[in-house]
C-alpha cells in the first residue's frame, strides 16, 4: 500500500481513530492514578578494608587512616 492510501483510510475513519486514542489515553492516566504505588527503599554499605600496609614508621596511632575512612564513606554515601 502507498502513503495515500494509509492517509485516506485514516481520513476515512477519522472519528473512530480519534476516539480510540482519546480512549486509550484517558484509561492510561486513569489506571496509572488508581493503581499508583510508592516504594521506598534503603541500602546499608559496609566499607571496611581487608589489608595494610605494614610500616614501622609514621603510624601515628592508625590516626590518618581513620580520617582517610571515614571521607571516603562520606564521598560515597553522597
Do not use: C, H, W
Not at 492510501?5 to 496509572?32: C, D, M, N, P, T
Not at 605494614?54 to 592508625?62: A, L, S, V
Amino acid at each position: 500500500m502507498d502513503l495515500k492510501e494509509y492517509i485516506q483510510i485514516i481520513k476515512y475513519g477519522r472519528g473512530l481513530f480519534l476516539a480510540i486514542i482519546v480512549f486509550a489515553v484517558v484509561f492510561g492516566f486513569s489506571y496509572a492514578y488508581i493503581n499508583s504505588k510508592f516504594f521506598e527503599t534503603s541500602l546499608n554499605l559496609n566499607i571496611t578494608r581487608i589489608g595494610s600496609q605494614q610500616t614501622p614508621d609514621f603510624k601515628y596511632d592508625d590516626f590518618y587512616r581513620l580520617q582517610a575512612d571515614e571521607k571516603f564513606a562520606e564521598t560515597v554515601v553522597e
